[in-house]
T-cell receptor, first 116, second 112 residues
Framework: AQTVTQSQPEMSVQEAETVTLSCTYD???????LFWYKQPPSRQMILVIR??????QNATENRFSVNFQKAAKSFSLKISDSQLGDTAMYFC?????????????FGGGTRLMVKP | NAGVTQTPKFQVLKTGQSMTLQCAQD?????MSWYRQDPGMGLRLIHY???????DQGEVPNGYNVSRSTTEDFPLRLLSAAPSQTSVYFC???????????FGPGTRLLVL
């Protein structure tokens, strides 16, 4: 079974600064997918970024980028130029490639507060 | 295009009551899933479906039933609610295997 660990329950950052959220996972799979989801106070789950394990290049989406270290089983999220609207819970999630049901395994989340 | 919709937004039940949480998507997605989120935790998969007429169990299926008679709808049934089922329930859909899942707004359920 896969496990996903987010070791930072809460973090804060000043507006316009950069923050990095940590995620580690444990799996025996070689091919898999990793995701970061954002959950604002509205509770909506919003996809932030996706990374395929077979790709060496780190994924980037505007101000969001990841540092994917496959050997270390680490998948951190960097948010640049933080904005007040980035305040939310952030969840790291894992999906194995031979997953018939598209099952996502989530970490426990990191609560991010962006301060003005 | 409404995406994934869920009803109701909030529900209070008494122990032993039954109810159905509704989920619908208008994106013609084959894959649909139900997750629950307990306080301070990530989401856990309850049941999923890979197409109309096909369902299977996820990580925490006990106490829940599902069916998939159409591509659009994937209801979740609680036959006899228990306080341990107090949670926020999310429905998600995706185009196919390994595709990104899109989530509905969630249903908050309180079982007294």
């Amino acid at each position: 079974a896969q496990t996903v660990t987010q070791s930072q329950p809460e973090m804060s950052v000043q507006e316009a600064e950069t923050v990095t959220l940590s995620c580690t996972y444990d799996t025996s799979e070689n091919n898999y997918y990793l995701f970061w989801y954002k959950q604002p106070p509205s509770r909506q789950m919003i996809l932030v970024i996706r990374q395929e394990a077979y790709k060496q290049q780190n994924a980037t989406e505007n101000r969001f980028s990841v540092n994917f270290q496959k050997a270390a089983k680490s998948f951190s999220l960097k948010i640049s130029d933080s904005q007040l609207g980035d305040t939310a819970m952030y969840f790291c999630a894992f999906m194995k490639q031979n997953n018939a049901g598209n099952m996502l395994t989530f970490g426990g989340g990191t609560r991010l507060m962006v301060k003005p | 295009n409404a995406g994934v919709t869920q009803t109701p937004k909030f529900q209070v039940l008494k122990t032993g009551q039954s109810m159905t949480l509704q989920c619908a998507q208008d994106m013609n997605h084959e894959y649909m899933s139900w997750y629950r989120q307990d306080p301070g935790m990530g989401l856990r998969l309850i049941h999923y479906s890979v197409g109309a007429g096909i369902t299977d169990q996820g990580e925490v299926p006990n106490g829940y039933n599902v069916s998939r008679s159409t591509t659009e709808d994937f209801p979740l049934r609680l036959l006899s609610a228990a306080p341990s089922q107090t949670s926020v329930y999310f429905c998600a859909s995706s185009r196919g295997p390994l595709e990104t899942q899109y989530f509905g707004p969630g249903t908050r359920l309180l079982v007294l």
